[in-house]
């Protein structure tokens, strides 16, 4: 079987170190990266830290960065990428230990970005609202965010400023102010007006190309900005 | 209040976790609901289920319809008061998600669109694309951020439960970011912990499905139910058991023998692909031992054809797939055949609950796949545990609810508490040397595919439960190969397979014990079904010594037991 040599970034939080770890890693045509991961934590080291959970790119926990690439490593083989390979934690995230960064800040925009359908009133459960296909049609990208954070990796902007809602939170706020069930228009629109929103996007469009699920973050927000446009031109 | 003091705490944020949480939360602004997992809500294993969600929403479908095909499922060991009561609900909670902004898919006219799926006698399938689990999952997550009386505590491993006098107290937990040993207090708790597929080698299953949730409740005196009934898919991707849904053949696909033979005409004739698991996993099985799979590197399998389909129709219904196949074994559907074998997916045992979710622990509450109704039976239809979650997760943050309006915090003796945290700390993190976790957890894995998988027999059961027992015996040798207290992800596999071993034993035991086969049990030294003796469902209860087997009567409204026949 052939060997590769991992080089993985670590972070000793408790004496506050960086440092690097390598390790010889078996694997065959269709071993991934997080297999390789794995053998590492169950046969070498125990101490490597990093999480993962459903290993088929649907639950977003093995976001890293191999070879300066944000990546999920559950749907990266190793014989796809060059060797040998560098892993590192997300970038812009503060970093918990080794692999594992702290993504709470994401979770708090989510929040911001009113994440949920907002009525005036709820309907009766016996009443199904009528949605045309055409009209999923237009949610149907910036629904399939799984929230893996590769977008905010290779996002400079958020990387300078995190006060930025950044690349998957604008998708989220743009998937509610497209759906036809939704009734906060305005609410959504004035939050994608504000300076730390869809403005301040510079337009680099790296969230788009690293993005695993095909979500276009990078359209999304240019289309919040022409609706924040038009909005505040004709209010 | 005490910052860690909580009306209902819901242990794990999946499907049936944050439907419980929000179903308690929107009872009274004043309760205060916590979701304490292990993990942040959105990646919890409801994630990855693909095809959807069945309840009976459409003109040609209705209530006895949904609840017969239930019930037969299940080999007539669904208790059938709680399949009414399931498929009743069933169309209200699916609704209700599609007002919460679930984008199901839809018909020309806009209105939710059904698919087949195995086992069901008409179309009844809610999904969205492939993805159906995602959407729900994403839905629910999204919206119970909307409750500022839902507090989180992501990624807290629950160690223990602290029960006092039959009444539950509160939960011990290990925050994972700072490694600080935390009690919560609850007046009411809720597990919602999802399935155990880590126990088996060849699953479906997320790394994160360690049964956690069954174990705690076994472990404070808590019977497990029906623990034997374990679900193999018939359709995952050899090596790495990713799921290609039942969804691909609701669609029309079809499966193949090396003889590019539809071989289910030999089993199911009546309902070919969209036969029910148990019996479509014994089939491969059975023509894999016939010789008539195909060779591959990671053994044998039989093919799944949706060449048919056509390009159109596999991007718009099954995306999913067609990435997967890409991705993971590099095919793509369209043109080629996917391979495919049986693989452990879910347990239709669980904690033992009743109707209203209730364990026989005063204030404990359990639902989704780590608790048993039982709705399930002995084998579940695809697409019954999406709606499952829903309709027993929000029954359980209801009586949660009332349960902790009605009820006080009981006093807890902090010995209690410091016995667990020593536990942890003395026995596990500063144990100077032992062996390595994943010594036990491949040996682990190992025994239950081999022996306690899709045919059983007396002999393997007994050396299963030797080899379990062994291995508990091992366990107590385990130590922390990480002594440090920040993310130590190591401590968390060592209690994830504390956790294993105690479910291994259950399913183990209970599978031993019953002698006949019915649905997802299949014993070949007693291959009839036995209604006589066990037309029962299975209670184990963890002693001191071995596992304690008792039984209860299948409750039985209007469908008496039936040869199952497709």
Redesign the interface.
């Known amino acids: 079987m052939p060997e590769t040599t991992f080089i993985i970034k670590r972070y000793?939080?408790?004496k506050g170190v960086f440092y690097t770890s390598e390790y010889k890693v078996p694997y065959e045509s269709?071993t991934t990266i997080l297999s390789g991961l794995i053998y590492i934590?169950?046969?070498l080291d125990?101490?490597l830290?990093?999480?993962?959970?459903?290993?088929?790119?649907?639950?977003?926990?093995c976001g890293m960065v191999v070879n300066k690439k944000p990546t999920l490593v559950c749907?990266t083989l190793i014989e796809s990428v060059k060797k040998p390979i560098y892993i590192e934690p997300l970038y812009n995230f503060p970093i918990?230990?080794?692999l594992?960064v702290?993504?709470?800040i994401f979770?708090d925009k989510?929040?911001f970005v009113?994440?949920?359908?907002i009525r005036e009133k709820?309907?009766d459960?016996?009443?199904?609202?009528?949605?045309?296909?055409e009209?999923?049609d237009l949610?149907?990208h910036s629904?399939?965010?799984?929230?893996c954070m590769l977008c905010y990796a290779a996002c400079p902007v958020f990387g300078s400023d995190e006060e930025f809602i950044g690349p998957a939170a604008l998708a989220?706020l743009y998937r509610?102010l497209h759906?036809p069930?939704?009734q906060a228009k305005s609410e959504r629109i004035k939050i994608a007006s504000l300076k730390n929103s869809a403005y301040m996007c510079s337009m680099v469009g790296q969230c788009t190309v690293v993005c695993p699920k095909g979500v276009d973050p990078s359209f999304h927000i240019q289309r919040l900005k022409v609706i924040s446009t038009l909005n505040n031109l004709f209010s | 209040m005490d910052k860690y003091s909580h009306d209902v705490i819901v242990i794990g944020g999946g499907a049936a976790g944050l439907r419980a949480a929000i179903e308690a939360a929107s009872k009274s602004p004043k309760l205060s609901v916590a979701i304490v997992s292990k993990?942040?809500p959105?990646?919890?294993?409801t994630?990855?289920a693909e095809g959807g969600a069945a309840a009976a929403?459409k003109p040609d479908d209705n209530f006895d319809l949904h609840a017969y095909d239930t019930i037969k499922g299940s080999d007539f060991l669904a208790d059938q008061d709680a399949v009414e009561l399931f498929v009743r609900l069933a169309p209200?909670e699916i609704?209700?998600l599609?007002?919460?902004?679930c984008?199901w898919?839809?018909?020309?006219?806009?209105?939710?669109d059904v698919r087949w799926f195995g086992g069901m006698s008409v179309k009844r399938t809610i999904h969205a694309a492939d993805?159906t689990g995602?959407?729900l999952l994403?839905t629910l997550f999204?919206?119970s951020?909307?409750y500022d009386n839902i507090v989180r505590y992501?990624e807290y491993f629950v160690t223990s439960i602290i029960v006092e006098n039959n009444r539950f107290c509160g939960i011990t937990a290990l925050s994972l970011?700072d490694g600080a040993f935390h009690f919560l207090k609850g007046k009411a708790a809720i597990i919602a912990t999802g399935g155990a597929g880590q126990i088996y080698k060849f699953t479906t299953n997320?790394?994160?499905n360690t049964g956690d949730g069954m174990a705690l409740a076994y472990r404070i005196g808590v019977p497990l139910k029906d623990m034997e009934f374990v679900q193999f898919h018939p359709t995952c991707l050899p090596?790495?058991g990713?799921?290609i849904s039942e969804a691909a053949r609701g669609e029309g696909g079809y499966l193949l023998n090396n003889k590019y033979e539809r071989f289910l005409k030999n089993y199911v004739p009546t309902k070919m692909e969209l036969g029910p698991r148990d019996i479509i996993s014994r089939a491969i099985v059975n023509e894999i031992r016939l010789g008539n799979g195909f060779k591959g590197k990671h053994g044998d399998y039989v093919a799944l054809d949706l060449r048919h389909l056509g390009e159109e129709k596999i991007e718009e219904k099954l995306p999913q797939i067609r990435?997967?196949a890409k991705?993971?074994?590099?095919i793509d559907p369209v043109n080629e055949l996917i391979p495919v074998r049986p693989g452990q997916h879910y347990f239709m045992g669980g904690v033992h609950v009743d109707l209203n979710t209730s364990t026989p622990v005063a204030g404990l509450f359990a639902a989704g796949e780590a608790s048993c109704v039982s709705i399930n039976g002995a084998n579940r239809l695809g697409s019954n545990s999406l709606p499952e979650c829903l309709v027993f997760g929000a029954i359980s943050g209801e009586h949660a609810a009332k349960f902790a309006i009605e009820h006080d915090y009981c006093n807890v003796a902090y010995e209690n508490i410091q016995i667990e945290e020593k536990r942890i700390f003395d026995q596990l993190l500063k144990k100077e040397s032992g062996i390595?976790p994943?010594e036990i957890k491949y040996k682990l894995k190992e025994t239950m595919e081999e022996k306690v998988g899709i045919l059983r027999n007396e002999k393997e059961l007994l050396e299963a439960c030797r080899e379990v027992e062994k291995l508990k015996e091992m366990f107590k040798n385990v130590s922390?190969?990480?002594k440090?207290?920040?993310?130590?992800?190591?401590i968390v596999?060592i209690l994830e397979l504390d956790f294993m071993l105690d479910v291994a034993e259950a399913v183990a035991y209970s599978a031993l014990y019953r002698k006949e086969s019915r649905g997802a049990h299949y014993r070949t030294d007693y291959p009839e079904r036995n209604d006589k003796e066990y037309l029962a469902h299975t209670l184990v209860y963890k002693t001191r010594e071995k596992p304690q087997i008792d039984y209860l009567p299948v409750k039985i409204t209007k469908w008496q037991p039936a040869e199952r026949k497709y």
């Open positions: 000793n939080p408790e269709d934590k169950d046969y125990r101490t830290s990093f999480r993962y959970s459903c290993r088929m790119a649907s639950c977003g926990s749907r918990i230990k080794d594992v702290d993504i709470d979770l989510l929040k009113k994440s949920y359908i709820e309907e459960l016996d009443k199904e609202y009528i949605v045309k296909p009209q999923l949610i149907k629904s399939s965010c799984i929230n989220i509610y759906d069930r939704d | 993990v942040y959105m990646r919890s294993h994630v990855s929403i209200r609704i209700r599609e007002h919460w902004g984008p898919n839809r018909d020309q006219e806009g209105k939710i993805k995602f959407y994403h999204q919206t951020l909307k992501d970011r997320g790394a994160i090596g790495s990713i799921l990435e997967l991705t993971f074994v590099g390595a994943a922390a190969g990480d440090t207290m920040i993310f130590n992800t190591d596999e």
